[in-house]
């Protein structure tokens, strides 16, 4: 039985609709500032009614930020870091899950650990790395001398020099977040709730774990992998201080950097209007995505419940 309380009912909506007013309310007012003349955006207080501006500033937007090339990067490195994330976190899962090795549980949670450690704390570290991906070799190199080794069979004097250099490339802007302890989290839970039986049986078969992990356990987890992609997708499409500090190259810059290249300056013309328009271009592919897949969305967070 399900007793009514229409005051309580009425408290719980009004929290519901400030909730939606403190969302919705600011989209409203850079949509507002978006359609507005540079003239109309700078009057105070601001207008609450839309102009009629805001395709002419959206296409002023689109070509004064270039943002053809930063949607197709921004694309590209939130697709990729999400399906880096997905494919790393499902085989470290997987690992930890059904293999016993030693320190298995160390490994676990120094992953989990590292859920306080964001790309903020460790960015000078991950920009060197990523400056040169071939530096440990070079250590190895350097502690083995192995120059000194070919100068001695050889006699002839060598110097080894080893550089990867990924600054302004894809991979460079896609790898070192493609780790993430969460989603390795969330599939541990997963992989527990599986019933033995079913590992067992493919055992019996003769199936091998790669088997068992590509025809039971992916299956399975696809509700959970919708899910996470979605959220993946839109940590990767709105990072911003990484392809801030990485990208020396305009081209190689995202979205969302290239949003902030449009703020009006002290010393540039107050075309808030174009920047409000922009910040809505920007906004758009994240909530096309959510939109889209909200459904399995849900149902990938009620299946990881269960």
């Given amino acids: 039985m399900v007793e009514r309380t229409p005051i309580l009912d009425g408290i719980c909506h009004a929290i519901l609709l400030a909730g939606v007013a403190m969302v919705c309310v600011p989209l409203y007012l850079a949509f507002v500032a978006g359609s507005l003349t540079i003239e109309q955006v700078q009057q105070v207080p601001l207008p609450w009614t839309p102009g009629g501006e805001f395709l002419a500033n959206l296409d002023t937007a689109w070509t004064k930020g270039h943002f053809r090339q930063l949607f197709v990067n921004s694309f590209v490195v939130s697709c990729g870091i999400t399906a880096g994330k997905i494919a790393v976190s499902l085989l470290s899962a997987f690992a930890i899950t059904y293999f016993r090795f030693p320190f298995r549980m160390t490994a676990f949670w120094l992953i989990f650990v590292s859920l306080m450690l964001p790309i903020e704390v460790r960015i000078s570290p991950t920009y060197e790395a990523v400056a040169n991906a071939a530096l440990p070799l070079q250590w190895l190199a350097d502690a083995l001398h192995l120059a000194g080794a070919w100068q001695w069979l050889t006699g002839h004097e060598v110097e080894i020099q080893l550089e990867w250099n990924m600054v302004n490339t894809y991979q460079g802007l896609i790898l070192p977040l493609m780790a993430s302890a969460s989603a390795t989290f969330l599939f541990r839970q997963f992989f527990l709730t599986v019933p033995e039986e079913l590992c067992e049986a493919a055992r019996l078969d003769g199936a091998s774990p790669m088997h068992f992990f590509w025809t039971v356990l992916l299956p399975l987890s696809r509700s959970n992998m919708v899910a996470l992609?979605?959220?993946?997708?839109?940590?990767?499409?709105?990072?911003?201080?990484?392809?801030?500090?990485?990208?020396?190259?305009?081209?190689?810059?995202?979205?969302?950097?290239?949003?902030?290249?449009?703020?009006?300056?002290?010393?540039?013309?107050?075309?808030?209007?174009?920047?409000?328009a922009a910040a809505l271009l920007t906004m758009l592919p994240p909530v096309v995505v959510v939109a889209v897949l909200q459904r399995s969305f849900v149902k990938g967070l009620v299946d990881s419940s269960k």
Avoid at 241 to 251: A, E, N, R, V
Avoid at 258 to 263: A, C, E, S, V
């Fill in 229 to 276: 992609a979605i959220i993946l997708f839109l940590y990767g499409w709105n990072q911003y201080l990484w392809p801030l500090l990485f990208t020396t190259d305009k081209d190689m810059a995202t979205a969302v950097v290239g949003l902030k290249q449009l703020i009006p300056r002290a010393d540039s013309q107050p075309a808030w209007n174009v920047a409000m």
